[in-house]
């Protein structure tokens, strides 16, 4: 007599190690947090104007304009879990190193170092999650990741205003992302790499660029980070000076508001697990940015009313990272190349950051706050554009 057949066990969601991922995530962002927070510090010590502060915040994401792809190509070749471990471990270094600075020249190259780590971090991670979580799970798990960034950068506003100092707070990030590196170790299990030579890796990286989803999302993000580096890059700057608050104030009220951009993210998730079509949150997201952007920058609002549209600006913002980072894999040529279309959407992540902070900052240098609606609303009409695009080339 036969025993009866065993059901196979579905494959469940690792959600302790998912939870480390995004923990990593978290960590990550807290670098881009800093820098916002410790700003009005670091013009007063380094006597800079917001445009050449506006580099601070643009450098860290230099790497990752031309790097993404490279970055998808390692992944796969040498495995997520280590890129995710060596991302976190540039972080430290870079925020030590940032954090001892003597110079405003050696601040820019510890930045750059930590945005090696922010890069392989960004395209490493989504992998990973890729790997260990279930089907049915990815929406929900890709909506909680791509809350990482906003969740991050509302501790380090809340955290930042309210200490002493720019640099022991740099230390403490340090030692933080280096703490995070062994618990990846010892609890994130282990994944294969790929046998794949660098001339097939050129291959696929061909076909990535050459690929009309792949390249919509990329400019989705690219449009997004413009618009949201516009406002959030400078935002307890703005809003101590329009509402006549302290800076920690100010901190604290940007932590709300960039904390809103969460929510957004985990309703993506919720909405794409019961078939809202991506698109369609991509437009939304960019319609009420541009808007609500336009409105903060350029009219002439109570402060109460200032601070509200930035809630919604970034609570709104918070459906299209989620609809963009889980539509990668949906979107990549073939299924193994999920980890470049990664790097690809990473890349145009990269050169919003870059733009935006420099291109806003020396426009208000220039001509005051309301010549920073101009790059707002001129990216929400294209993300809009971008949007119907993605519509009519492929579903996700």
Known sequence: MTAPAVAARPLRTDWIAAGIVVACGVVTALQVGKGVITLPALRTEFGLGLEAAGWVLSVFAVLGVVGGIPAGAAVSRFGDRRLLALGL???????????????????????VVEGLGFLLVSVAAPAL??????????????????????????????????????RPFWVANAVLAAAFVLL???LVPRGTAAALSWRAAGRDAVLTVTSSGPLLLAASFTLYNVMYFALVGFLPVLLAERMGVSVAVAGALSAVAVGANV??????????????????????????????????????????????????????????????????????????????????VMQGSALGQVV?????????????????????????????????????VFLI
């Open 89 to 111: 471990l540039a972080l430290a270094v870079g925020g030590l190193v940032g954090a001892l600075a003597g110079s405003f020249a050696l601040l820019l190259g510890a930045r």
């Open 356 to 392: 935006a902070p420099v291109v806003v900052g020396g426009a208000v240098d220039a001509a005051g706050w309301p010549a920073a609606a101009i790059p707002v609303a001129v990216a929400g009409l294209i993300g809009i554009a971008v949007a119907v695009r993605l519509r009519r």
């Open 184 to 186: 990846l170790l010892l």
């Open 263 to 344: 929510l957004g993210n985990l309703a993506a998730g919720l909405l794409l697990g019961r078939g809202t079509a991506r698109w369609a949150l991509v437009a939304a997201a960019c319609a009420v940015m541009a808007l609500s952007g336009v409105a903060i920058f350029w009219l002439a609002l109570p402060p109460t009313a200032v601070f509200l549209l930035c809630v919604l600006f970034s609570g709104v913002a918070g459906l299209l990272p989620a609809s963009v980072i889980g539509g990668a894999s949906l979107a990549a040529p073939r299924p193994d190349l999920g980890p470049m279309v990664v790097g690809l």
């Open 129 to 166: 999650l890729q790997r260990i979580a279930a089907a049915g799970d990815r929406d929900l798990a890709f909506g909680i990741w791509s809350a990482y960034m906003p969740a991050g950068m509302a501790i380090a506003l809340l955290l930042g205003a309210a200490l002493a100092g720019w």
